[in-house]
């Protein structure tokens, strides 16, 4: 069965203490992985894809990663504005997208 | 990128009534997906709608409850019928157009 699993569920840091979130997903034959903020009351907003083991990414203080098993979402040195909830989401054969369930990440100033 | 439009953006509606919700894309896609993201909770797929073709629904909706219209290639409404407090629920239109893009939702109370 086709699982996509995030992890931790929520994590709170300090301003400035880098920390990654976790994304592992098995399905079949991956076409995509994406990386979604989400504020509260808003749709998701588009941040990353990645298509291939190996490959990596980056924005502003945002650096996603990607391994045959597995996607981490790297953060160094947040700011409260990068409080939020962030989504993974892989897209895989017969053109289907299976959301995880979110990382839930407050910053604290 | 995509600039998907979605309204109304929130509703509060009576139980037993039925609610359409409209999105618009700026430029043609060929298809669209439907979500429901319910309070705390992550996005589950509700169904693919193609211009020309029935959507396709994921295990646990149907259309009778979920009808969806997809007269052309900028434009979907999906409508949730019979409403009960259960359906409460942000509601999200997406377009792939090599990304994943979404709209605003469309936040939908049933009292």
């Known amino acids: 069965e086709d699982q996509v699993t995030q992890s931790p569920e929520a994590l709170r840091l300090q301003e400035g203490e880098s920390s990654s979130l976790n994304c592992s997903y098995t399905?079949?034959?991956?076409?995509?992985l994406f990386w979604y903020r989400q504020d509260p009351g808003k749709g998701p907003e588009f941040l990353f894809t990645?298509?291939?083991a190996g490959e990596e990414k980056e924005k502003e203080r945002l650096k996603a990663t990607l391994t045959k098993k597995e996607s981490f979402l790297h953060i160094t040195a947040p700011k409260p504005e990068d409080s939020a909830t962030y989504l993974c989401?892989?897209?895989?054969?017969?053109?289907?997208?299976?959301f995880g369930g979110g990382t839930r990440l407050m910053v604290k100033p | 990128s995509a600039v998907i439009s979605q309204k109304p953006s929130r509703d509060i509606c009576q139980r037993g009534t039925s609610l359409t919700i409209q999105c618009q894309v700026d430029?043609?896609?060929?298809?669209m997906f439907w979500y429901r993201q319910q309070p705390g909770q992550s996005l589950t797929l509700i169904a693919t709608?193609?211009?020309?073709?029935?959507?396709?629904?994921e295990s646990g909706f149907v259309i009778d409850k979920f009808p969806i219209s997809r007269p052309n290639l900028t434009f979907s409404t999906l409508t949730v019928s019979n409403m009960s407090p259960e359906d409460s629920s942000i509601y999200l239109c997406?377009?792939?157009?090599?990304?994943?893009?979404f709209g605003e939702g469309s936040r939908l109370t049933v009292l």
């Open positions: 997406s377009v792939l157009l090599g990304e994943l893009f």
């Open positions: 399905v079949s034959g991956l076409r995509g």
């Open positions: 990645l298509y291939s």
């Open positions: 989401a892989v897209h895989h054969a017969g053109n289907m997208l299976t």
């Open positions: 430029s043609q896609v060929t298809m």
């Open positions: 709608a193609n211009q020309g073709s029935e959507a396709t629904y």
